[in-house]
């Protein structure tokens, strides 16, 4: 089955605030922008991903995702997480009714092409499946089956309420990759000890210099 992934994005300089004990607001927007790049490239090498919706109304984010090959839908409900995601599976369903579609985060900087496409062909077992994250308490991923409705409800304790909604959870070893999302300066540690893409890994560096815009891992 080849899917096409939905992934959201707000506007960078409203993006990643949880990070500012760990970077200053003149390094968070270049680190959210770099996350999304390095998801969205990681996502277009996977095998099963036939193609990449990025829902923003970001302009600069929305230009370099482009040049990586994602298609990029105006965020027109401009309603939160969730409004975003379900206009972004109705734009591709009037397209193409019958794709496959999944949520994915924009925040999986060490994503691995391959360990997407062993969840993606596990999701496809079943009418709509997710996989928690590295917490156990949130979402990277929200899979619905053609004719399915992708019913997201991302947020806080997202697990449960996907759980609840009739979506199985996927349990799957050695996917860390997909997982670990980065919200906190911990998460970002976790990423990098993972191995982050070239942009995350070039944009992490400079809390390291004495130039960086506040904040330090």
């Known amino acids: 089955m080849q899917w096409t992934l939905v992934v959201p994005l707000k506007a ?3 993006a990643k605030s949880r990070l500012s004990d760990t970077a200053g607001d003149g390094v968070r927007p270049g680190l959210a922008l770099a996350f999304a790049q390095d998801t969205v490239a990681a996502a277009l090498a996977c095998a099963a991903v036939r193609d990449v919706a990025v829902v923003t109304d ?6 370099e995702l482009a040049a990586l090959g994602a298609r990029i839908v105006p965020d027109e409900p401009a309603g939160g ?3 975003a995601l379900a206009h972004g599976a ?3 369903r009037a397209r193409h009714p019958e794709s496959a579609v999944a949520a994915l985060n924009a925040d999986l900087p060490a994503l691995r092409s391959a360990e997407l496409a062993r969840v993606l062909d596990s ?3 079943f009418p709509r499946a997710f996989l928690a994250d590295a917490a156990g308490i ?3 991923l929200l899979t ?3 004719g399915r409705e992708l019913l997201p409800a991302f947020g806080p304790a997202s697990r449960a309420r996907h759980r609840a909604s009739g979506a199985a959870e996927l349990t799957l070893d050695s996917v860390n990759s997909v997982r670990q999302d980065v919200d906190t300066g911990a998460d970002l ?3 990098l000890a993972l191995g982050v893409g070239p942009r995350t890994a070039k944009a992490a560096a400079r809390l390291l210099t004495p130039d960086a815009s506040g904040g330090t891992l």
């Open 58 to 63: 970001d302009a600069a984010a929305g230009r």
């Open 12 to 14: 960078l300089a409203r």
């Open 138 to 140: 949130g979402t990277t």
């Open 81 to 83: 997480l969730n409004a």
């Open 144 to 146: 619905a089956a053609p």
């Open 90 to 92: 109705a734009v591709i």
């Open 123 to 125: 999701a496809a077992e």
């Open 189 to 191: 540690r976790a990423a």
